[in-house]
């Protein structure tokens, strides 16, 4: 069981997962999503599960941005890409995402002008540089992100750039989480709220769901005690019948976020009426626009966009996975025809996806032992 | 790209406020501010970095453990620090 050297306070892991243990009602089952995809990474990188008694699954959730971007979107940037005079800009996990006709790398081989950018700032170099061309910033992420695009728009805007746009694909957390929540697929007890778009709405925006659904949210960090920490909060909470909204990680999440960041998304951006998302399908109002003011650095009016409807391929279940409903392993073609130098589904994709995390960490899960030793 | 890189605060760029120069386990960039322009960090403090932007301010231990948990995340944290090598915002 090597992962119990592998990180620093193994002891205190183990205080923790006894607590939660014995928190646990016996004959009950507990289900708890962690809606981050960095948190996914974590749970497998660090076997947490194995510190996890059997009456409690982690269900994986939505919140990996490559993973929610609908293949017609990445048909339609490829499409932006292939207009003349067009340099697209690209965060690198976006890079690998197949669309119908191949991924933005493939582009790249046949001699598309796409370029991997570490930060949209980068991008407004390349248009400065390049003012014969136009470049457009392939936007995506959840509020973690955005609030980088409504700042480099904002930028672009008072340095009067004219060659730069962004192709938005911004989407909204808490829509998915109520999407999922109203799914009849899926009975979840609380939830592990994500880290880092916490750190800019803040707590707030969660407390619907303690209100209206009786569901308990620790808002957790990214380190294995930190999630072992917040699972133990949940389990407290269940166990007293309560359901609140916690902050685990707020050494760095202000509870009511940073409003800096909310003003500039708000500045630049608006909710659309609905938005496709990867497995989830259309979920209203979940995904953010450039707002008429900055109408001119939106490539969707500037450009023609041919907003075309793609289904996913047949044999990817990335949705039933991003949904929480399918483990990554359940998939039929995971490990075998999708893997992440041939992924077929964006959860194989983006190192925050289930699938990838788990491919990458290949462990023996307790289920996998259960399998392997026949009990 | 969703992860935070914790970065030490160097020195501001002179005309330009919104950027600073900051360190990265020893490589110097600069970066965008303007996020938390309601409470600026000083040279000698620390920052989670989104994509090239300080998204909040974090203590010296914070930052320690934050980096210590990326290294342990390999091939990831490996992308991306050298996507931030090869950053030049201006």
Redesign the interface.
């Known amino acids: 069981m090597r992962f119990v050297d592998?990180?620093?306070d193994a002891d205190t892991a183990h205080a923790l997962s006894a607590k939660i243990t014995a928190l646990c009602e016996p004959g009950r089952q507990y289900k708890l999503m962690e809606v981050?995809?960095?948190h996914t990474?974590?749970i497998y990188?660090h076997g947490l599960e194995d510190y996890l008694p059997e009456q409690i699954t982690l269900v994986h959730g939505p919140g990996c941005?490559?993973c929610v971007i609908p293949m017609g979107r990445v048909d339609d940037a490829m499409a932006l890409a292939s207009e003349p005079d067009v340099i697209m800009t690209s965060?690198?996990?976006m890079m690998r995402v197949p669309g119908s006709n191949g991924s933005f790398f493939d582009a790249k081989a046949h001699g598309t002008d796409i370029r991997?950018?570490?930060?949209?700032?980068?991008s407004l170099?390349i248009a400065?540089k390049n003012p014969d061309k136009r470049v457009v910033f392939m936007a995506?992420?959840?509020e973690?992100?955005a609030?980088?695009t409504a700042?480099t728009v904002l930028r672009a805007a008072a340095e009067g750039l004219t060659n730069f746009s962004i192709f938005c694909n911004h989407v909204t957390i808490v829509p998915a989480i109520k999407a999922i929540l109203d799914s009849p697929d899926l009975r979840l007890d609380g939830f592990l709220g994500p880290g880092?778009v916490s750190?800019?709405i803040g707590c707030r925006p969660y407390e619907f769901i303690a209100r209206d659904y009786g569901k308990p949210v620790v808002v957790a960090g990214?380190?294995p005690l930190d999630i072992l920490q917040s699972i133990y909060m949940l389990m407290v909470q269940l166990s007293e019948g309560r359901a609140e909204i916690e902050n685990q990680y707020a050494?760095?999440?202000?509870w009511n976020g940073?409003?800096?960041?909310l003003k500039?998304i708000g500045q630049t951006m608006e909710l659309r009426p609905y938005f496709e998302w990867r497995g989830l399908g259309f979920i209203s109002h979940s995904a953010l626009k450039v707002r008429d003011d900055y109408a001119a650095f939106d490539a969707e009016r500037l450009f023609s966009v041919p907003g075309v409807r793609v289904a996913d391929p047949k044999a990817c279940q990335c949705g039933e996975v991003l949904k929480g409903v399918l483990k990554p392993w359940e998939c039929k073609v995971f490990g075998t025809a999708c893997t992440p130098e041939t992924p077929i589904g964006t959860c194989m994709v983006s190192?925050?996806g289930a699938c990838a995390a788990y491919y990458?960490y290949g462990r023996l899960t307790r289920h996998r032992v259960k399998e392997a030793s026949g009990t | 790209m969703c992860l935070g890189i914790p970065g030490e605060v160097i020195e501001f760029l002179p005309d330009q406020p919104d950027l600073a120069r900051v360190d990265v386990s020893g490589v110097r960039r600069v970066i965008n501010i303007g996020l938390l322009s309601d409470d600026p960090p000083k040279p000698g403090e620390w920052v989670l970095i989104h994509v090239g932007f300080a998204l909040s301010k974090i203590d010296e231990d914070e930052a320690a453990s934050a980096m210590q948990f990326l290294k342990g995340i390999g091939q990831a944290y490996d992308d991306e620090l050298a996507a931030l090598a090869e950053s030049r915002i201006e």
Do not use: Q, W
């Open positions: 592998e990180f620093r981050c995809g960095g990474h974590t990188k941005p490559v965060f690198g996990d991997m950018v570490y930060s949209p700032l980068d170099k400065r995506i992420g959840f973690t992100t609030p980088s700042m880092h750190t800019v990214f380190e050494r760095v999440v202000p940073n409003t800096v960041a500039a190192p925050e990458n």
